[in-house]
């Protein structure tokens, strides 16, 4: 992988205060991915900050507040848009592979790793719906490069209340192999089921780089197939890890970010579920609401981020004190409401 174009802008581009925003495009497989990166002006860079958007998703528009938000509280923050993702080249939203997908991520983030200027520094991840699967998958192939996970409404496990029918799958496994690009999977509106806040919602309707038609064929099969093998891994996760959930969420399961949480051997984890709260934590909610979780994630960070060290204070730190489960009301006792198709939960 290397790079073959620049295409890098100052602050000019940003009303925010103390922030530098770059752009450039590297080559992966002789095609072009967009990558951008938030950079700490007037301060020393904590940690770094890597980000992984969801499904149909991108980063230089519907992460840029994300970007802004760590960036000014001193994180040095790197993104990438998937192959056929937002302003990278490849046919639009058409997932191949999944694992390909992963491996052109790891890839970037290795050459920023790989940077003599970051030193030792403290390295995040943070993954968004799919993107969490993307972490997850991240950690599994290089467990001890990083200090912990970010993982808002994780796609890593399908659902009992909307997996489908073992036919369900065995057609869709049988049409990838005939018209795997078609845009044919029945889908509820993602933009309609993931983001609370109207005007938000039309925000993020208005953006061209998001993909907004039906799924293709081996999109969804590929995010089936990637759900249904994390499932089977939780229990292998141990780094430390934040993870976030809306109470209402209709395109993720609440309750598999709780088993993830009740799962994984890590010693460090948070599980924090916001009552009322749909999918978009950061992007669709009221203003104090993205307030409220952009707080508690940085909290999380700063709390992890000692200068010029890798390793995070609490890595070692005594389990019962480490965990921790925060929620105002019993998740178990609510009925959660069901994703009117499976392709909206799986393909996060």
Known sequence: MGSVEFHRQGNQDLAEKDVHYEEEYIECWETKRFTCRWLPVHQEIKALVFL??????ECSVFMRETGIRFAQAGYAVFGIDYEGHGKSDGRRCYVESFTALVNDTIAFFKSIREMEIYGNKARFLYGESMGGAVVLYIHRKEPQEWSGAILQAPMCKISEKVKPPAIFTSILLK???YIPSWKIVPSANIIDNAFKDPIKRQEIRANPLIYQ???RVKTAVECLKASEDLAKHLD???????????????????????????TSKSCDKEFKLYPGMWHGLTAGESDDNIELVFNDIIRWLNNRSPTNARDSPLRHADVESA???????????K???KACRVAAQACG
């Open 335 to 337: 009925e959660l409401p």
């Open 175 to 177: 049409l990838a192999e």
């Open 236 to 262: 292998e996760v141990t780094l430390p890890f934040l993870v976030l959930h809306g109470e209402e969420d209709r395109v993720t399961d609440p309750n598999i970010s709780r088993e993830l949480f009740q």
């Open 52 to 57: 992984c958007h969801g499904y149909a998703m």
């Open 323 to 333: 965990m921790e489960f925060t929620t105002p009301s019993k998740l178990q006792d």
């Open 213 to 215: 038609q039906l799924p």
